[in-house]
Nanobody
């Protein structure tokens, strides 16, 4: 079983930056990908970015490309999401997720159904 705990959310003003962290514990040896998603009230969960746990390949959604950067520290079993130039529309609950399924496909890891484990989320509120 893999446990994921997000941290780093908070209240910021438009234009500010935040760095979210997701610490993984438990049986992480079989993880193949770690992803970040977000969900605003009344909206569906949205893919943001994922990182291949083995080779560090990354892919970001077009909606946040150029502003959000995903990275990892394998020694700490932690994945990060650096968020820059935040906008009010970025306000949401941010989740990290882990997938234990290997697929030779970047598209596979952009879908929330591809992930086995989820954190509880961390709130990000961006004011104008």
């Amino acid at each position: 079983q893999v446990q994921l705990v997000e941290s780093g959310g908070g209240l910021v003003q438009a234009g500010d930056s935040l760095k979210l962290s997701c610490a993984a514990s438990g049986r992480t040896v079989n993880n193949f990908a770690m992803g970040w998603f977000r969900q605003a009230p009344g909206k569906e969960r949205e893919f943001l970015a994922f990182i291949n746990w083995n080779n560090a390949d990354v892919l970001s959604a077009d909606s946040v490309k150029g502003r959000f950067i995903i990275s990892s520290d394998n020694v700490k079993n932690t994945v990060y999401l650096q968020m820059n130039s935040l906008k009010p529309e970025d306000t949401a609950v941010y989740f990290c997720a882990a997938s234990s399924i290997y697929r030779n496909s970047n598209y596979y890891y952009t879908r929330e159904t591809s992930y086995d484990y989820w954190g509880q989320g961390t709130h990000v509120t961006v004011s104008s």
